[in-house]
């Protein structure tokens, strides 16, 4: 009976890609949220009050422009320390000068700092999260902002051979979050924020071809970027269900809304009719904002973070672009893929499949990146 039932988890086809109903509420989600993002956000004040953050540190990725730069002047501006992980350091620089002289007669200066952050190489992030460890100073807040999206171009690699949105959106996120939990866990309680987006739902992942190099699906930029996503969701879904109740650290996905501007070029034809709308339904960086900022500072989220991590449901939270909690796709609820794209992507990140908790009990952890010089 046991190898008959082998033979038929064998021989059981594997899927290829979401089926039509599941595409089909997929693309019903990200139209529900283009068009009605500005109604069922209605509700929210722009700018997010914030409470006051001196008692915070954060670390905001991609904070030279967009969503990122409006989530990090709002978290100094509220008092939090804000540190800049960015790949052009003389931006962020000049940004923070701005913001000081704009803020100068305000309050006190704002505690902002950049350091050199390249999500396309993962040599990059390890040397990061090293010469952040080294501080061995608490950090509460940890936003994977920094994203891509290479709206119709061809299929591009990092140097470290992976697709990349892949790496971009959720590789490199990955190995910051994983390599940063000894700093996460000297703070009484932290969050690894993951601005991610409504694109997850038209998402799928093959966890054997993450790369999507194997001619089993068509490369878009689309089926790159939404599939990076969605991955992101699973991993952040196993990584919630790993990490010990002791350590309070929270994870959270969210959707920004539709922010972006020139998105439309390699989306089906009937979604780029609706994008030649974008002025009216489209939200700036700083409404755009709004969902990563009341996911790093609302008080009820650590909560729901443990009230997910001890029921039956294999997903982390998740938070709309109206700053409530809603649901991940269906294809983000499955428990065997997502547990098969945490292995792989701890393999393509080049850390053992025993880090997470190695990593939570003190230990040093071996990456196979970090160690060639630019």
């Not at 993002?37 to 990725?61: E, G, K, W, Y």
């Not at 994977?144 to 999206?149: E, L, S, V, Y």
């Amino acid at each position: 009976m046991k190898m008959s039932s082998e033979a038929s988890s064998l021989t059981k086809k594997k899927k290829q890609g979401l089926g039509w109903i599941e595409s089909i509420k997929g693309w019903s989600c990200v139209f529900h949220e283009f068009l009605f993002q500005r109604f069922t956000a209605s509700h929210l004040q722009n700018p997010l009050p914030l409470p006051s953050l001196n008692h915070l540190t954060c670390i905001v990725t991609g904070s030279t422009s967009g969503i990122g730069r409006e989530t990090a002047r709002q978290l100094a501006e509220a008092g939090a320390h804000v540190v800049m992980a960015v790949r052009n350091t003389k931006a962020a620089h000049e940004l923070i000068q701005q913001w000081q002289k704009d803020w100068s007669g305000k309050g006190l200066p704002l505690n902002l700092e950049a350091m050199e952050l390249d999500l396309l190489s993962l040599d990059s992030v390890v040397r990061f999260c090293n010469v952040w460890n080294v501080r061995l100073s608490p950090l509460h807040v940890l936003i994977n902002n920094a994203g891509i999206f290479a709206m119709g171009e061809e299929q591009k690699f990092s140097k470290d051979g992976y697709e990349q949105h892949l790496q971009v959106n959720h590789l490199a996120p990955a190995l910051l979050s994983l390599l940063l939990l000894p700093s996460l866990i000297r703070s009484s309680s932290s969050r690894i924020i993951n601005v991610n987006s409504v694109m997850h739902y038209v998402g799928f992942v093959d966890p054997d071809d993450m790369n999507v190099v194997s001619g089993k699906r068509k490369f878009t930029s689309l089926v790159g970027y939404a599939g990076s996503k969605l991955a992101q969701v699973m991993f952040s879904n196993i990584l919630l269900k790993r990490l010990p109740l002791e350590t309070r650290i929270s994870v959270v996905c969210l959707s920004p809304g539709i922010v972006l501007t020139n998105v439309a070029r390699d989306l089906p034809r009937y979604v780029q009719v609706q994008y030649a709308l974008i002025p009216y339904f489209i939200f700036s960086p700083q409404e755009g904002c709004r969902s990563t900022l009341f996911s790093a500072t609302d008080s009820q989220i650590p909560e729901h973070c443990e009230m997910l991590k001890t029921n039956d449901k294999p997903i982390c939270t998740f938070i709309s672009q109206n700053c409530k909690h809603t649901k991940p796709s269906e294809e983000a609820h499955n428990i065997e893929t997502a547990n098969r794209v945490w292995e792989k992507t701890m393999e393509l990140i080049g850390l053992p499949l025993d880090a997470l908790e190695k990593l939570i009990e003190g230990q040093e952890v071996q990456c196979r990146y970090g160690t060639h010089q630019e």
